[in-house]
């Protein structure tokens, strides 16, 4: 599967973005999808997770509450809505799929989209 995120942008603290990550392919529906970030000089971290069905979902507690993610398995498209920005939530933000259910490891992705920048000034 090839994934594409998008969305991303210059936004205020206290501003919301909504990233949204394309997937090709015709069994989108059978991949546990995530979404991570990385920030300048630090490592790869945890953001978001949603099952095949999209009735499960989980948060890094640093976003719990802010963000959710949600899909739409007819479009073949994973969200991430991000509300109440902060500028630590200043990063790439990465899209990712597994066969299988959702999962918070970064290891167990095997596809992972190009990224794309959210910046939040303060």
């Known amino acids: 599967v090839q994934l594409q995120a998008s969305g991303g942008g210059l936004v205020q603290a206290g501003g919301s973005l909504r990233l949204s990550c394309a997937a090709s392919g015709r069994t989108f529906s059978s991949y546990g999808m995530g979404w991570f970030r990385q920030a300048p000089g630090k490592e790869r971290e945890f953001v978001a997770t949603?099952?095949?069905?999209?009735?499960?979902?989980y948060y890094a507690g640093s976003v719990k509450g802010r963000f959710t993610i949600s899909r739409d398995n007819a479009k073949n498209t994973v969200y991430l809505q991000m509300n109440s920005l902060k500028p630590e939530d200043t990063a790439v933000y990465y899209c990712?799929?597994?066969?299988?259910?959702?999962?918070?490891?970064?290891?167990?992705?095997?596809?992972w989209g190009q990224g794309t920048q959210v910046t939040v000034s303060s």
């Open positions: 990712a799929a597994r066969v299988g259910t959702h999962s918070v490891r970064s290891s167990e992705y095997a596809y």
């Open positions: 949603i099952s095949q069905s999209g009735i499960v979902t």
